[in-house]
Each structure stands twice: as structure tokens, then as C-alpha cells.
């Protein structure tokens, strides 16, 4: 419930496939996606090109919850 209703989009993404397995309303509002939109991608769908690298090294820790700051598209391309 806590990730659903919080304020701030959030998404679980799993690390190999980089998939969606959930996002929370704020995410979709966001975004602009639908959720079945946004569980259709993966986490380099949204990314900025120039930022890929950096995702997938972020990613890379596994089993731990991590922050970072990073550019994101939204379904409009802003």
C-alpha cells in the first residue's frame, strides 16, 4: 500500500530483463503511460540515450534499494 499510494513515482524493475514488474499511480501520472504501457517496457525505454551506461551500472546492485539521479523520456518525448 505504501508504494501504491505514495506521492513520488516509484517502479520495481527486475535486473536482468531491466522489465517492469510494477509502478505506483504517481509513476503513470508522470509518465503519461497506461500501466499496462508502462509494464510493456523496459527501464531503457524511458531512459535518455545518453544515460544508458549509467542505468545499467545502477542496476547492477542487486538485493539492495539504490537512489541516483537520472534523465528520463516522457511518453510525449519530453
Not at 516509484?10 to 499496462?36: C, I
Request: zero cysteines; hydrophobic letters at 40%.
Amino acid at each position: 500500500m505504501l508504494f501504491e499510494r505514495s506521492p513520488l513515482p516509484m517502479w520495481v524493475v527486475d535486473t536482468g530483463s531491466l522489465r517492469f514488474l510494477a509502478v505506483n499511480d504517481a509513476e503513470l501520472r508522470l509518465y503519461e503511460y497506461s500501466r499496462e504501457e508502462f509494464l510493456g517496457k523496459n527501464a531503457l525505454d524511458i531512459r535518455h540515450p545518453e544515460g544508458d551506461a549509467a542505468l545499467r551500472e545502477f542496476l547492477g546492485h542487486e538485493g539492495d534499494v539504490h537512489y541516483g539521479v537520472f534523465r528520463h523520456l516522457k511518453k510525449t518525448g519530453e
